[in-house]
């Protein structure tokens, strides 16, 4: 598509294509179910800084998830931006159904949400407010605790997952 698409009716694949020429990073949002004690996860393209004073970030989750409402309810949880290479936690987290932790390496934050072994940096956060957003609840979380680790990050663009290569300085 190569067109100018204006009006009212926004066809929801085009609106998937022209917004799949955004890249983006790709962030584990990570935490524990209350009631049972396992770990619950999803993937999320949409993680992003929203305030410095005070730490805040947001993400969109789309209402039908299965697993933030679980995250939600045991409160504190993990951002974990995803490692060049890391397609595999990628798949495994963005899954609907079945064990999303089987063969994702991870360990607890202090809080005890599961951190993902080998990603770029940590972030863990603590639920403040949901707005609405369509058929997205746009979530807003504290930042409580954060770190980094050495490695590029996975993107994601035009519906693959890749790599990024920082240019060359001259
Ligand atoms: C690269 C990528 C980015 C995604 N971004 C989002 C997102 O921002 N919000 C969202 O709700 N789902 C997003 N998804 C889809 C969810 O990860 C997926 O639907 C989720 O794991 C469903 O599982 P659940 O029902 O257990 O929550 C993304 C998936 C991928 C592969």
């Not at 022209?18 to 996860?41: F, N």
């Not at 605790?145 to 996975?154: D, F, I, K, Q, V």
């Amino acid at each position: 598509m190569n067109t100018h698409v204006t009006g009212h009716q926004i066809d929801q694949t085009d609106f998937r294509h022209v917004m799949s020429q955004l890249p983006t990073g790709v962030v584990a949002v990570t935490g524990v179910e209350a009631s049972t004690g396992a770990p619950a996860g999803l993937i999320v393209g949409t993680f992003q800084s929203l305030s410095l004073a005070p730490p805040l970030v947001a993400f969109s989750v789309a209402r039908t998830s299965g697993s933030w409402p679980r995250i939600r309810a045991g409160g504190r949880f993990s951002a974990s931006v995803l490692a060049e290479g890391q397609h595999h936690v990628c798949r495994a987290l963005s899954r609907r159904t079945g064990d999303k932790f089987a063969g994702v390496e991870w360990h607890p934050s202090p809080d005890g949400a599961p951190r993902i072994g080998g990603a770029v940096a940590w972030i863990d956060c603590g639920p403040e407010q949901e707005l609405d957003g369509g058929d997205h609840v746009i979530v807003v979380a504290r930042v409580l605790r954060m770190a980094t680790n050495p490695g590029e990050p996975l993107v994601f663009h035009r519906g693959r997952l890749g790599g990024y290569r920082a240019p060359a300085v001259a």
